[in-house]
C-alpha cells in the first residue's frame, strides 16, 4: 500500500493543500495538488502543485526561485486535504507577498495588512 491510496482527490483529480510556514505557523497560501503534484512533492522533497489555469504540473519556484522545501506532510481526517509545513524561500504569494491570506476583513472593506517586498 502507498501513502497515496489514502488520498481522496476530487471528481477532477484535485485535492486542496495548504501551504504553512514551518517556523512561524503563517498560512502561506492554498493550491491544488493532483496525483503527479503528490507524488513529485514526495519524490523531490519540493512542494509541487497543478495549475488548474495552466493545465499542468508546476513546482513551486520554478521560474521565480521562491521555493517550497517540505519539512512535514499532514493529512485531514477525511483524506480530502493534505497540509504541508514548508520553508519558504523568499515570498510565497505572486504579488510578492509573505503570505498569499494579506487582506483582512475590517467591518465591511478588506484591509490590506501586508505590503509587497521589494527587493
Known amino acids: 500500500m502507498s501513502l497515496i491510496d489514502d488520498l481522496k482527490f476530487d471528481a477532477h483529480g484535485l485535492m486542496p493543500a495548504i501551504a504553512q510556514d514551518a517556523n512561524s505557523g503563517r498560512v502561506l497560501m492554498l493550491a491544488w495538488m493532483n496525483a503527479e503534484a503528490f507524488e513529485a512533492t514526495c519524490k523531490t522533497g519540493f512542494a509541487h502543485y497543478y495549475s488548474r489555469s495552466r493545465k499542468k504540473l ?9 521555493v517550497q522545501k517540505v519539512v512535514d506532510m499532514y493529512l485531514d481526517c477525511d483524506g480530502d486535504t493534505l497540509l504541508l509545513k514548508v520553508d519558504q524561500t523568499g515570498p510565497a504569494c505572486h504579488t510578492n507577498r509573505e503570505s498569499c491570506f494579506y487582506r483582512r476583513r475590517q467591518n465591511d472593506t478588506w484591509e490590506t495588512i501586508e505590503e509587497p517586498i521589494h527587493d
Open 58 to 66: 508546476w513546482k513551486k519556484g520554478e521560474t521565480s526561485g521562491h
